[in-house]
Protein backbone atom coordinates (compact mmCIF):
# COMPACT_ATOMS: atom_id res chain seq x y z
CA UNK A 1 0.00 0.00 0.00
CA UNK A 2 1.50 3.23 -1.05
CA UNK A 3 2.18 5.77 1.22
CA UNK A 4 -0.67 8.19 -0.13
CA UNK A 5 -3.26 5.63 0.87
CA UNK A 6 -5.30 7.63 3.00
CA UNK A 7 -7.03 10.02 0.49
CA UNK A 8 -10.17 9.25 -1.22
CA UNK A 9 -9.78 9.05 -5.12
CA UNK A 10 -6.92 7.95 -7.51
CA UNK A 11 -5.60 10.42 -9.76
CA UNK A 12 -3.33 9.51 -12.88
CA UNK A 13 -1.63 11.83 -14.23
CA UNK A 14 0.71 12.48 -17.23
CA UNK A 15 2.86 15.62 -16.63
CA UNK A 16 6.18 16.66 -17.73
CA UNK A 17 9.86 15.31 -16.90
CA UNK A 18 10.18 17.92 -14.04
CA UNK A 19 8.38 15.75 -11.66
CA UNK A 20 10.84 13.11 -10.27
CA UNK A 21 10.71 9.57 -11.03
CA UNK A 22 9.58 7.23 -8.49
CA UNK A 23 7.91 3.90 -9.75
CA UNK A 24 7.36 2.76 -6.15
CA UNK A 25 4.82 5.50 -5.97
CA UNK A 26 2.97 4.15 -8.99
CA UNK A 27 5.00 6.12 -11.59
CA UNK A 28 6.01 5.01 -15.23
CA UNK A 29 8.23 6.83 -17.96
CA UNK A 30 6.80 7.59 -21.25
CA UNK A 31 8.12 8.91 -24.36
CA UNK A 32 5.00 9.60 -26.36
CA UNK A 33 5.22 10.26 -30.22
CA UNK A 34 3.57 12.64 -32.26
CA UNK A 35 5.02 13.82 -35.99
CA UNK A 36 7.71 12.00 -35.07
CA UNK A 37 8.73 14.08 -32.15
CA UNK A 38 8.97 12.33 -29.06
CA UNK A 39 8.03 14.10 -25.96
CA UNK A 40 8.84 12.03 -22.44
CA UNK A 41 6.44 12.50 -19.97
CA UNK A 42 5.86 10.75 -16.39
CA UNK A 43 2.67 8.86 -15.61
CA UNK A 44 2.27 8.31 -11.92
CA UNK A 45 -1.15 7.27 -9.49
CA UNK A 46 -1.74 9.54 -6.76
CA UNK A 47 -5.00 10.15 -4.47
CA UNK A 48 -7.17 13.22 -4.87
CA UNK A 49 -8.97 14.74 -1.84
CA UNK A 50 -10.88 17.24 -4.16
CA UNK A 51 -14.37 15.72 -4.28
CA UNK A 52 -14.06 11.81 -4.11
CA UNK A 53 -13.86 11.25 -8.16
CA UNK A 54 -11.38 9.44 -9.95
CA UNK A 55 -9.26 11.98 -12.66
CA UNK A 56 -6.71 11.25 -15.02
CA UNK A 57 -5.15 15.03 -14.89
CA UNK A 58 -2.66 16.72 -17.48
CA UNK A 59 -3.11 14.82 -20.00
CA UNK A 60 -1.48 15.83 -23.39
CA UNK A 61 -4.42 17.02 -25.46
CA UNK A 62 -3.35 14.95 -28.44
CA UNK A 63 -3.74 11.87 -26.90
CA UNK A 64 -7.27 12.82 -25.37
CA UNK A 65 -8.28 13.89 -28.66
CA UNK A 66 -7.66 10.36 -29.94
CA UNK A 67 -8.90 8.84 -26.82
CA UNK A 68 -12.56 10.74 -26.93
CA UNK A 69 -13.97 7.65 -29.02
CA UNK A 70 -13.45 5.16 -26.79
CA UNK A 71 -16.67 3.48 -25.45
CA UNK A 72 -17.70 3.57 -21.77
CA UNK A 73 -17.00 -0.13 -21.28
CA UNK A 74 -13.41 0.63 -22.81
CA UNK A 75 -12.71 3.03 -20.11
CA UNK A 76 -13.73 0.33 -17.11
CA UNK A 77 -11.13 -1.76 -19.21
CA UNK A 78 -7.92 0.98 -19.11
CA UNK A 79 -8.50 2.51 -15.61
CA UNK A 80 -10.84 -0.05 -13.36
CA UNK A 81 -11.37 0.52 -9.53
CA UNK A 82 -12.27 -2.41 -7.39
CA UNK A 83 -12.55 -2.76 -4.11
CA UNK A 84 -10.39 -5.09 -2.37
CA UNK A 85 -6.31 -5.03 -1.74
CA UNK A 86 -5.91 -6.91 -4.76
CA UNK A 87 -7.23 -6.95 -8.16
CA UNK A 88 -9.69 -9.55 -9.13
CA UNK A 89 -11.30 -9.24 -12.53
CA UNK A 90 -13.31 -12.29 -11.95
CA UNK A 91 -15.03 -9.81 -9.72
CA UNK A 92 -16.67 -6.56 -11.38
CA UNK A 93 -15.01 -2.88 -11.48
CA UNK A 94 -16.74 -0.24 -9.31
CA UNK A 95 -19.62 1.06 -11.69
CA UNK A 96 -19.79 4.45 -12.74
CA UNK A 97 -19.44 6.93 -15.83
CA UNK A 98 -16.19 8.31 -17.51
CA UNK A 99 -16.42 11.55 -18.87
CA UNK A 100 -13.16 14.24 -20.53
CA UNK A 101 -13.80 17.60 -19.34
CA UNK A 102 -10.92 19.69 -20.84
CA UNK A 103 -7.69 17.84 -20.43
CA UNK A 104 -9.03 15.68 -17.31
CA UNK A 105 -10.26 12.34 -17.47
CA UNK A 106 -13.13 11.82 -14.65
CA UNK A 107 -14.37 8.44 -13.27
CA UNK A 108 -17.86 9.48 -11.12
CA UNK A 109 -18.39 6.35 -9.05
CA UNK A 110 -22.00 5.18 -9.20
CA UNK A 111 -22.25 5.33 -5.21
CA UNK A 112 -19.96 7.20 -2.93
CA UNK A 113 -17.12 5.38 -1.38
CA UNK A 114 -17.34 3.49 1.92
CA UNK A 115 -15.26 4.81 4.75
CA UNK A 116 -13.15 2.69 6.14
CA UNK A 117 -13.10 -0.27 2.80
CA UNK A 118 -10.03 -0.51 0.50
CA UNK A 119 -9.60 -0.02 -3.15
CA UNK A 120 -7.02 -0.94 -5.73
CA UNK A 121 -7.07 1.22 -9.12
CA UNK A 122 -5.20 0.10 -11.89
CA UNK A 123 -4.20 2.19 -15.38
CA UNK A 124 -3.39 0.41 -18.27
CA UNK A 125 -0.90 2.84 -20.53
CA UNK A 126 -0.10 -0.35 -23.07
CA UNK A 127 -4.33 -0.42 -23.89
CA UNK A 128 -4.19 3.43 -24.05
CA UNK A 129 -1.17 3.47 -26.61
CA UNK A 130 -2.86 0.84 -28.53
CA UNK A 131 -6.83 1.55 -28.85
CA UNK A 132 -5.50 5.82 -29.53
CA UNK A 133 -2.62 4.01 -32.39
CA UNK A 134 0.07 5.86 -30.37
CA UNK A 135 3.54 4.21 -30.51
CA UNK A 136 5.43 4.52 -27.29
CA UNK A 137 7.98 2.45 -25.02
CA UNK A 138 6.91 1.89 -21.50
CA UNK A 139 8.79 1.17 -18.95
CA UNK A 140 5.93 0.06 -16.70
CA UNK A 141 2.38 -0.75 -18.86
CA UNK A 142 0.45 -0.82 -16.17
CA UNK A 143 0.41 1.05 -13.16
CA UNK A 144 -1.58 0.03 -9.77
CA UNK A 145 -2.44 1.69 -6.34
CA UNK A 146 -4.08 0.66 -3.35
CA UNK A 147 -5.10 2.52 -0.37
CA UNK A 148 -8.07 2.38 2.37
CA UNK A 149 -10.48 5.33 2.95
CA UNK A 150 -9.90 6.72 6.51
CA UNK A 151 -12.95 5.65 8.86
CA UNK A 152 -14.34 8.48 11.57
CA UNK A 153 -13.74 7.14 15.07
CA UNK A 154 -16.86 4.83 15.57
CA UNK A 155 -19.77 6.73 17.21
CA UNK A 156 -22.95 4.70 17.23
CA UNK A 157 -25.59 7.50 16.17
CA UNK A 158 -27.79 6.06 13.47
CA UNK A 159 -31.43 4.51 14.09
CA UNK A 160 -33.97 2.68 12.76
CA UNK A 161 -36.99 5.13 12.51
CA UNK A 162 -39.42 3.39 10.43
CA UNK A 163 -40.73 -0.20 9.47
CA UNK A 164 -43.40 -0.36 6.74
CA UNK A 165 -45.69 -1.87 7.61
CA UNK A 166 -46.64 -0.49 10.60
CA UNK A 167 -49.63 -3.04 11.91
CA UNK A 168 -48.60 -6.22 13.77
CA UNK A 169 -50.87 -8.09 12.00
CA UNK A 170 -49.59 -8.87 8.57
CA UNK A 171 -51.27 -11.18 5.91
CA UNK A 172 -49.18 -14.43 4.99
CA UNK A 173 -48.73 -13.35 1.69
CA UNK A 174 -47.21 -10.02 2.26
CA UNK A 175 -44.86 -8.24 -0.30
CA UNK A 176 -42.16 -6.36 0.96
CA UNK A 177 -41.36 -4.34 4.31
CA UNK A 178 -40.07 -0.45 4.15
CA UNK A 179 -36.78 0.60 6.32
CA UNK A 180 -36.37 3.85 7.44
CA UNK A 181 -32.66 4.74 8.39
CA UNK A 182 -32.25 8.10 10.30
CA UNK A 183 -29.20 8.47 8.46
CA UNK A 184 -27.36 7.54 5.23
CA UNK A 185 -26.30 4.00 5.15
CA UNK A 186 -23.72 1.80 2.99
CA UNK A 187 -25.17 -0.46 0.47
CA UNK A 188 -24.38 -4.22 -0.26
CA UNK A 189 -24.96 -5.59 3.29
CA UNK A 190 -29.12 -5.69 3.86
CA UNK A 191 -29.29 -9.40 3.02
CA UNK A 192 -26.25 -9.94 5.62
CA UNK A 193 -28.20 -7.83 8.50
CA UNK A 194 -31.62 -7.82 7.97
CA UNK A 195 -33.40 -11.19 8.36
CA UNK A 196 -36.72 -12.64 9.31
CA UNK A 197 -36.74 -14.99 12.65
CA UNK A 198 -39.21 -17.18 14.25
CA UNK A 199 -40.46 -17.08 17.57
CA UNK A 200 -38.36 -19.26 18.42
CA UNK A 201 -35.06 -17.42 17.12
CA UNK A 202 -34.92 -19.75 13.90
CA UNK A 203 -34.18 -17.83 10.90
CA UNK A 204 -36.69 -18.10 7.94
CA UNK A 205 -34.59 -19.76 4.94
CA UNK A 206 -34.60 -17.85 1.93
CA UNK A 207 -37.38 -15.38 2.68
CA UNK A 208 -36.38 -12.38 0.39
CA UNK A 209 -35.31 -11.64 -2.85
CA UNK A 210 -32.16 -10.79 -2.90
CA UNK A 211 -31.59 -8.22 -5.31
CA UNK A 212 -28.45 -6.30 -6.80
CA UNK A 213 -28.47 -3.06 -6.32
CA UNK A 214 -30.18 -3.15 -3.91
CA UNK A 215 -33.52 -0.98 -3.55
CA UNK A 216 -32.47 1.99 -1.88
CA UNK A 217 -34.17 5.66 -2.20
CA UNK A 218 -31.24 8.19 -3.35
CA UNK A 219 -30.52 9.20 -0.22
CA UNK A 220 -29.64 5.53 1.35
CA UNK A 221 -31.89 6.32 4.08
CA UNK A 222 -35.19 3.81 2.80
CA UNK A 223 -34.55 0.50 1.84
CA UNK A 224 -37.18 -1.81 0.36
CA UNK A 225 -36.96 -5.66 0.90
CA UNK A 226 -39.43 -7.84 -1.19
CA UNK A 227 -39.94 -11.18 -0.08
CA UNK A 228 -39.50 -13.72 -3.01
CA UNK A 229 -42.36 -13.29 -5.43
CA UNK A 230 -42.02 -17.29 -6.36
CA UNK A 231 -42.85 -18.46 -3.06
CA UNK A 232 -45.89 -16.30 -3.18
CA UNK A 233 -47.41 -16.93 -6.82
CA UNK A 234 -49.64 -19.82 -6.32
CA UNK A 235 -48.36 -22.40 -9.52
CA UNK A 236 -44.32 -21.55 -9.48
CA UNK A 237 -41.73 -24.05 -8.93
CA UNK A 238 -40.46 -22.57 -5.77
CA UNK A 239 -43.71 -21.74 -4.03
CA UNK A 240 -44.43 -25.84 -4.97
CA UNK A 241 -40.85 -26.27 -3.29
CA UNK A 242 -40.47 -23.91 -0.61
CA UNK A 243 -44.13 -22.63 0.05
CA UNK A 244 -44.69 -19.31 2.00
CA UNK A 245 -41.82 -17.66 3.72
CA UNK A 246 -45.03 -16.89 6.66
CA UNK A 247 -47.71 -19.45 7.73
CA UNK A 248 -50.90 -18.12 9.43
CA UNK A 249 -51.03 -18.02 13.00
CA UNK A 250 -47.37 -18.05 13.81
CA UNK A 251 -45.10 -15.04 15.26
CA UNK A 252 -42.09 -13.88 13.71
CA UNK A 253 -39.60 -10.84 14.11
CA UNK A 254 -38.02 -8.66 11.49
CA UNK A 255 -34.70 -8.11 12.37
CA UNK A 256 -32.26 -4.83 11.59
CA UNK A 257 -28.93 -5.82 13.36
CA UNK A 258 -26.48 -3.54 15.42
CA UNK A 259 -23.75 -4.40 12.72
CA UNK A 260 -25.33 -2.98 9.86
CA UNK A 261 -23.09 0.20 9.64
CA UNK A 262 -24.07 3.54 8.02
CA UNK A 263 -22.27 5.85 5.62
CA UNK A 264 -19.86 6.75 7.76
CA UNK A 265 -18.99 2.67 8.77
CA UNK A 266 -20.44 2.90 12.34
CA UNK A 267 -23.08 0.83 13.57
CA UNK A 268 -26.34 1.38 14.82
CA UNK A 269 -27.05 2.34 18.12
CA UNK A 270 -28.71 -0.70 18.96
CA UNK A 271 -30.24 -3.80 17.54
CA UNK A 272 -34.15 -3.19 15.98
CA UNK A 273 -36.79 -6.07 15.72
CA UNK A 274 -40.53 -5.90 14.73
CA UNK A 275 -42.71 -8.08 16.08
CA UNK A 276 -45.65 -9.39 13.86
CA UNK A 277 -48.23 -12.42 13.81
CA UNK A 278 -49.51 -13.87 10.65
CA UNK A 279 -53.31 -13.49 9.55
CA UNK A 280 -54.91 -15.31 6.34
CA UNK A 281 -53.61 -14.40 2.56
CA UNK A 282 -54.97 -10.99 1.07
CA UNK A 283 -55.95 -11.97 -1.97
CA UNK A 284 -58.30 -9.42 -3.18
CA UNK A 285 -58.18 -6.06 -4.04
CA UNK A 286 -58.47 -2.75 -2.17
CA UNK A 287 -62.47 -2.48 -1.82
CA UNK A 288 -62.16 1.61 -3.07
CA UNK A 289 -65.59 1.64 -2.53
CA UNK A 290 -65.88 1.26 1.24
CA UNK A 291 -63.83 4.14 1.91
CA UNK A 292 -65.12 6.84 3.94
CA UNK A 293 -64.38 10.61 2.76
CA UNK A 294 -64.72 13.59 5.40
CA UNK A 295 -64.31 16.89 3.53
CA UNK A 296 -63.29 20.17 5.30
CA UNK A 297 -64.87 23.28 5.74
CA UNK A 298 -63.96 26.23 3.50
CA UNK A 299 -62.16 28.97 4.39
CA UNK A 300 -59.66 26.79 6.53
CA UNK A 301 -56.79 24.77 6.59
CA UNK A 302 -58.59 21.56 7.58
CA UNK A 303 -57.70 18.43 6.63
CA UNK A 304 -59.43 16.12 4.02
CA UNK A 305 -59.63 12.66 5.83
CA UNK A 306 -60.04 9.54 3.66
CA UNK A 307 -60.26 6.38 5.90
CA UNK A 308 -59.51 2.83 4.36
CA UNK A 309 -60.87 -0.53 4.43
CA UNK A 310 -57.78 -1.80 5.20
CA UNK A 311 -53.91 -1.24 5.23
CA UNK A 312 -51.88 -0.18 2.23
CA UNK A 313 -48.95 -0.10 0.52
CA UNK A 314 -46.94 3.53 2.47
CA UNK A 315 -44.72 4.30 -0.39
CA UNK A 316 -47.38 4.46 -2.66
CA UNK A 317 -50.15 6.03 -0.35
CA UNK A 318 -47.87 8.95 -0.23
CA UNK A 319 -47.66 9.55 -4.00
CA UNK A 320 -50.71 7.99 -5.82
CA UNK A 321 -53.53 10.17 -4.61
CA UNK A 322 -54.01 13.85 -6.17
CA UNK A 323 -56.56 16.49 -5.27
CA UNK A 324 -57.93 18.39 -8.09
CA UNK A 325 -59.97 21.42 -8.37
CA UNK A 326 -62.75 21.74 -10.84
CA UNK A 327 -60.32 22.80 -13.80
CA UNK A 328 -58.10 19.75 -13.24
CA UNK A 329 -55.39 21.61 -11.53
CA UNK A 330 -53.79 20.03 -8.48
CA UNK A 331 -54.41 21.48 -5.10
CA UNK A 332 -50.97 22.30 -3.20
CA UNK A 333 -50.48 20.61 0.21
CA UNK A 334 -49.11 17.68 2.25
CA UNK A 335 -49.73 14.13 2.71
CA UNK A 336 -50.11 12.72 6.61
CA UNK A 337 -50.80 9.01 6.85
CA UNK A 338 -51.46 6.89 9.82
CA UNK A 339 -53.40 4.02 12.07
CA UNK A 340 -51.27 1.75 10.56
CA UNK A 341 -51.55 2.84 7.29
CA UNK A 342 -55.44 2.91 7.28
CA UNK A 343 -56.08 7.00 6.91
CA UNK A 344 -54.72 9.63 4.54
CA UNK A 345 -55.14 12.75 5.55
CA UNK A 346 -54.37 15.85 2.98
CA UNK A 347 -53.98 19.53 4.54
CA UNK A 348 -54.00 22.42 1.75
CA UNK A 349 -51.45 25.33 1.48
CA UNK A 350 -53.88 27.69 1.26
CA UNK A 351 -57.53 27.38 2.96
CA UNK A 352 -60.23 25.44 1.56
CA UNK A 353 -62.56 27.51 -1.47
CA UNK A 354 -66.19 26.36 -1.58
CA UNK A 355 -66.76 23.81 -4.85
CA UNK A 356 -66.27 21.27 -6.40
CA UNK A 357 -62.83 18.85 -6.21
CA UNK A 358 -62.33 14.76 -6.95
CA UNK A 359 -59.22 12.65 -5.31
CA UNK A 360 -57.55 11.09 -7.95
CA UNK A 361 -56.01 7.68 -6.95
CA UNK A 362 -53.92 5.84 -9.49
CA UNK A 363 -54.78 2.23 -9.42
CA UNK A 364 -51.25 0.86 -9.01
CA UNK A 365 -52.38 1.90 -5.81
CA UNK A 366 -51.35 -1.37 -3.67
CA UNK A 367 -52.62 -3.36 -0.12
CA UNK A 368 -49.78 -4.75 1.75
CA UNK A 369 -49.82 -8.44 -0.63
CA UNK A 370 -49.05 -6.36 -3.46
CA UNK A 371 -52.78 -6.25 -5.08
CA UNK A 372 -53.66 -3.33 -7.07
CA UNK A 373 -56.91 -1.54 -7.42
CA UNK A 374 -57.85 -3.49 -10.68
CA UNK A 375 -55.21 -5.99 -10.51
CA UNK A 376 -54.08 -8.69 -8.06
CA UNK A 377 -50.52 -10.11 -7.93
CA UNK A 378 -51.12 -13.62 -7.17
CA UNK A 379 -53.63 -15.57 -9.33
CA UNK A 380 -53.60 -18.95 -9.29
CA UNK A 381 -52.22 -20.63 -12.30
CA UNK A 382 -54.04 -23.46 -12.22
CA UNK A 383 -57.46 -21.76 -12.85
CA UNK A 384 -58.83 -19.53 -15.29
CA UNK A 385 -56.47 -16.38 -15.07
CA UNK A 386 -58.43 -13.04 -13.82
CA UNK A 387 -59.51 -10.61 -16.24
CA UNK A 388 -59.68 -6.71 -16.54
CA UNK A 389 -62.29 -5.54 -18.31
CA UNK A 390 -62.99 -2.26 -15.87
CA UNK A 391 -59.35 -1.59 -15.61
CA UNK A 392 -58.74 2.54 -15.86
CA UNK A 393 -55.61 4.02 -14.85
CA UNK A 394 -57.33 6.07 -12.28
CA UNK A 395 -60.43 6.24 -9.69
CA UNK A 396 -62.07 9.25 -9.00
CA UNK A 397 -63.47 10.32 -5.71
CA UNK A 398 -65.64 12.98 -5.52
CA UNK A 399 -65.12 15.92 -2.80
CA UNK A 400 -67.85 19.05 -2.12
CA UNK A 401 -66.73 21.73 0.35
CA UNK A 402 -69.61 23.97 0.80
CA UNK A 403 -69.57 27.24 1.32
CA UNK A 404 -68.95 28.50 4.92
CA UNK A 405 -72.48 29.37 6.96
CA UNK A 406 -72.41 32.64 7.89
CA UNK A 407 -72.45 33.11 11.54
CA UNK A 408 -69.68 30.35 11.75
Do not use: C
Amino acid sequence: MGSISWLIAFVVVLLGPTIPFNTSAGFSSVAWAFDEKPAEVLVYLRPNTSDGTFEVIGVLPEILAKAADLSQQRWQTLFPVFTGEVVDKTKPAILGIYQINGQRIGFQPRFPLIKGATYTAQFDLGLLAKWTGITTPISQPVLSETFTLPKPPTVATTTVSHIFPSANQLPENLLKFYIHFSAPMQRGQIYQYIYLQDREGNRVDRPFLELEPELWDPKTRRVTIFFHPGRIKRGLRLHEDLGLALHVGKQYQLVIDQNIQDENGNPLVETVRKNFHVIEPDRTSPNYKSWNLTAPTSGTHDPVILTLSESLDRALLGRMLDIQDANGGSIGGSVHISLAETQWRFEPQKPWSPGTYSIQVNTILEDLAGNQLHRLFDVDLQNKPQTHSEEKTYITLSLEIAPKQSGR
